[in-house]
């Protein structure tokens, strides 16, 4: 495992440049809205002189605090497409998933943007090595009223129904959403809230994978495991917060940490 670096300028001055091109960047988790400006303007700048290094960047869930519809141009939606669009016109990959906050992410917001969307359940090769890659809930099988609703809101009829109501509606209601979310939470368990072990072994098994990166559960670590006599790893995507945001980054020497 390669050194963490302390900030971006730090990384840049202790590395050869040549670096900064064949590297595939992981965030998840930044749950981006008009209340929180300072982890907007992290996220823009982010992109801006950071991202722009690296070969590919992958978005795995909660990009936003809530979605309610791809028509929603909301503060502070505009620059968050308008600062993807220079990315992926640069030349970087951009692939996005949806996570439990912004599951209504579709492809007019791709195609604004150049973001690629990806399933639930992502298998790519990642520097030779088969790596799963997933925002996280559906490994939370413990959840089972997070998962009943989740089986509803992913449904065509559930979608349809949410879009074709009016903007304002939406906006309002999603307030609503997320008040009841906070005090639900509040009543839970951390374990419940957290992944389950066996259905973490499942999934990797049902996709020929060793390795799995997600987020969601905002509980950073590198998990080591076995499954069948052979070593897995789970990665554990950050949350950013306002004073302080991490990014996965792997190269052709291995993975690090970065504070950005």
């Known amino acids: 495992m390669l050194p963490v670096a302390s900030s971006t300028e730090s990384l840049r001055s ?11 960047l992981f965030i998840s ?7 929180k400006p300072q982890i907007t303007h992290r996220f823009l700048s982010f992109l801006k002189n950071r991202a722009v290094h690296a070969e590919a960047l992958y978005i795995l869930g909660d990009l936003f605090d809530t979605w309610v519809g791809d028509d929603n141009f909301m503060p502070p939606t505009h620059k968050i497409r308008k600062q993807l669009k220079h990315l992926t016109d640069s030349g970087v990959k951009v692939y996005l998933q949806q996570g439990n906050r912004d599951f209504l992410l579709g492809q007019r917001f791709c195609q604004q943007t150049g973001v690629i969307l990806l399933d639930d359940h992502a298998v790519i090769d990642l520097y030779e090595t ?13 959840d089972l009223p997070y998962q009943a609703f989740r089986i509803k809101s992913h449904s065509t009829e559930w979608q349809h129904n949410v879009l074709s109501k009016p903007l304002v509606l939406r906006l309002l209601v999603a307030r609503w959403y997320r008040l009841r ?15 389950n072990p066996n259905t973490v072994i499942e999934t990797l098994r049902s996709h020929n994978c060793l390795r799995l990166i997600h987020g969601h559960t905002h509980r950073p ?7 069948g006599g052979q070593t897995a790893q789970r990665f554990v995507l950050s949350e950013w917060h306002n004073d302080k945001a991490e990014i996965l980054c792997w190269t052709n020497n291995g993975y690090r940490t970065e504070v950005v």
């Open 221 to 227: 670590n590198v998990h080591s495991f076995e499954i």
């Open 181 to 195: 979310s906070y005090f639900h939470k509040r009543g839970k368990s951390q374990d419940i809230m957290d992944v």
């Open 14 to 24: 202790h590395l050869p440049k040549k670096t900064f091109t064949n590297q595939t």
């Open 29 to 35: 988790d930044l749950h981006l809205s008009l209340e």
């Open 130 to 142: 088969p790596t799963l890659l997933m925002h996280g809930d559906l490994l939370c099988t413990d």
